[in-house]
């Protein structure tokens, strides 16, 4: 399979998110800065979003915000009805796992990476901001470091396993919370 995730890389860090636009995974601008931000300076960030596919890697306008939600909402649906999803959320994600990145989610892409994990083996660092999490499937909540926005009324409401730390966002504001790049900073040089 094509994936942007399949290169080597001594050691990478990842954002696995829904896909706000299905014709384009390239990452926000203020997505690449966090993960260029937190990245330890021997961690090479992959700078493209889930599926990880190459032909989705070009720009597009950003949707707008209540497309993107329906869009983020569809997955996060499938991911726990659609047996078929889960079999290509587990695909897309394969070859990023040989390589054993630090895994970074935002809202949904908990959920994605628990609809996968009766699929694969996840034994890599999963550090969750703000998750929206509703079914775990095989995915050991004890082993995901969990970070909440106090102002994050989604991630109150759509997940209720263990918080390692709190800090000063919403729903999507932690890609610019300098608490949040703080507390993920902290935690990556833990796992190193």
């Known amino acids: 399979r094509n994936s942007l995730a399949a290169t080597p890389a ?14 384009s ?10 993960l260029k931000a937190v990245a330890p300076p021997d961690a090479e960030p992959l700078l493209a979003g889930f599926p990880y596919h190459p032909d989705l890697d070009r720009d597009d306008t950003p ?19 659609s047996a078929r999803f889960r079999r290509t959320i587990a695909e897309a994600l394969r070859p990023l796992l040989q390589h054993k990145p ?17 699929l694969l083996k996840i ?16 995915l050991d909540l004890n082993r995901v470091r969990v ?7 989604w991630s109150r409401l759509l997940y209720r396993g263990p918080i390692t730390a709190y800090c000063d966002a919403d729903h ?12 993920v900073e902290t935690l990556l040089r833990a796992a190193a």
């Not at 999507?172 to 507390?183: M, N, T, V």
Request: proline residues 8%; hydrophobic residues 45%; charged residues 15%.
């Open 25 to 34: 995974s390239r990452l926000l601008p203020e997505q690449i800065d966090f």
């Open 10 to 23: 001594r050691s990478r860090v990842v954002l696995l998110t829904g896909q706000s636009s299905f014709r």
């Open 102 to 118: 630090v895994i970074i989610t935002g809202s949904c892409g908990l959920q994605l990476l628990a609809a996968a994990s009766p």
């Open 63 to 81: 949707a707008p915000l209540p497309a993107a939600a329906m869009r983020n909402t569809l997955q996060f649906v499938w991911s726990m009805t």
């Open 172 to 183: 999507l504001g932690y890609w610019e919370s300098p608490d949040a790049r703080k507390i």
């Open 123 to 138: 034994d890599t660092p999963v550090i969750a901001l703000g998750p929206a999490l509703l079914r775990p499937f095989a």
């Open 147 to 153: 970070i909440q926005g106090r102002r994050d009324g």
